[in-house]
């Protein structure tokens, strides 16, 4: 479902294996210094994405349960900014669509480092 009137429509489906799936929440705090929090950003998705031995990363947004939200263009930065620093480090690395709430559905290894959460 289209959550962003700004978003182009699509309908399509993606299967991605072997991936650390970043559930990324972008704060209206993160705007004052965005390049700070998209270093914090891929220093924690790296270190994950090493401690369960994956070189698959896929950024999500979400947003829809905090009460302080980042604007949707700044998120977009940096969203984009971080998947293409990630590449360059030579992770594999994608977006879920920005601005829907998707249907998803997750299977995930039962070890302590497979959910994570980090405040930065």
Known sequence: MRTLE???ELNEEKTI???LVGFIH???????????AETKL???LKWAARKNETNNIVLHSFTH???SK???ETTKKIFDS??????TAGYETCQTPFGYFLDLSIES?????TRLFVEC
């Open 6 to 8: 700004t978003v182009p």
């Open 17 to 19: 294996e072997n991936a």
């Open 26 to 36: 972008i704060e209206q705090k993160d705007e004052a210094d965005p390049g700070y």
């Open 42 to 44: 891929i220093k924690n």
């Open 65 to 67: 349960l905090s009460e």
């Open 70 to 72: 980042g604007s949707p």
């Open 82 to 87: 971080a998947e293409a620093r990630l590449k």
């Open 109 to 113: 290894k039962g070890t302590p480092l």
